[in-house]
């Protein structure tokens, strides 16, 4: 069972749950920027985060099945249709032999994920399928490259039952978004009066926004060290250049940096972060620990289950 590419879009790229445990290496985790909307896309089909997604930023993208299986789609809503008929996200759906499955450009959100039963085909590269364009590791070839015009995508076809996720699950990305951060241990290296402008003051996504990081503009923070010597750095981590500019680092960021840190956000809004266009604000919130960590718990625990036992 494959689709053809007959227009691939801009950055359409294959993305499991990301390459873990490289790091040491200089390789980063990759994966999908979205990690709520992919993890929805495996859920619906019984699929692990282990098996990959198409992970489609933009659109537009047009996709002819030669058998028939079911798919699901989330995400930002890219006007879905086969053979010209709209199909509903956030679903599963049948598409049959010889149809076309096409996405426009998108109307809400920047990331729209597709999956199909079992998940596409693709040769693991340190242990994971993920696209990393910067580092040119995994994808469709394994190097790192974006869908090209035709290429295949290979998969194992099967039916699934219907299912679709329950509209309180389904995010608004036009929604105002709040990233709560988690003080790091540099944190006490930002004075009061700049913690007060960090959560005071709106920033707006500028036009450095990628997979990478998300830089943002707004009240310059000045932190009282100037640089410190480059160490690890995590998922969500906003780091503050000598700009005074914040940047939140995302899943294809560097792995080493030597800029002071305020901490991270949650992992939950920097999938939110990853839907957001330059051009939009957003505010921060501090949070704790014991509040992330049980949502987190909650969110892995449920769809480590399946579909199977939680319905």
């Not at 700049?194 to 997979?211: H, K, M, V």
């Not at 750095?233 to 305020?262: E, F, H, M, W």
Request: glycine share 10%; aromatic share 8%; hydrophobic share 40%.
């Amino acid at each position: 069972m494959s689709f053809d590419v007959i227009k691939p879009g801009p950055l359409s790229l294959l993305q499991d749950h990301g390459r873990w445990g490289q790091q040491q290496l200089g390789i980063s985790p990759s994966g999908p920027a979205d990690a709520h909307a992919f993890a929805w896309a495996c859920y619906l089909l019984g699929n692990t985060r282990e098996q990959a997604c198409l992970e489609i930023t933009l659109g537009p993208l047009s996709l002819r099945a030669h058998s028939t299986t079911h798919i699901a789609l989330t995400g930002a809503d890219l006007d879905a249709r086969i053979d010209g008929e709209p199909i509903k996200a956030w679903c599963t759906q049948q598409i049959k032999a010889g149809q076309t499955l096409q996405l426009g450009l998108a109307r809400a959100g920047l990331r729209a994920y597709l999956a199909v039963p079992g998940g596409f085909r693709a040769e693991p590269c340190y242990g994971s399928c993920a696209t990393s364009v910067r580092e040119k590791l995994g994808g469709l070839h394994g190097d790192g490259q974006p869908l090209r015009h035709g290429d295949v995508l290979e998969f194992a076809p099967a039916a699934r039952p219907a299912r679709c996720v329950p509209a309180a699950y389904i995010p608004d990305y036009r929604n105002a978004l709040t990233l709560r951060l988690l003080p790091g241990y540099q944190f006490a290296q930002f004075e009061p009066a700049q913690i007060e402008r960090l959560l005071s003051s709106p920033y707006q996504i500028s036009a450095q926004a990628d997979r990478m990081g998300y830089r943002l503009k707004g009240d310059a923070l000045q932190p009282s060290m100037a640089g410190l010597i480059s160490e690890g750095i995590a998922y969500g981590a906003v780091q503050v250049p000598p700009s005074g500019q914040p940047i939140v680092l995302l899943n294809d960021r560097q792995t080493i940096g030597g800029y002071p840190k305020l901490g991270c956000i949650a992992a939950a809004d920097a999938a939110q972060l990853a839907q957001r266009r330059p051009g939009e604000s957003l505010r921060f919130a501090l949070t704790d620990l014991d509040t992330l960590s049980d949502e987190r718990r909650r969110w892995e625990n449920f769809f480590a289950r399946g579909p199977a036992d939680n319905t």
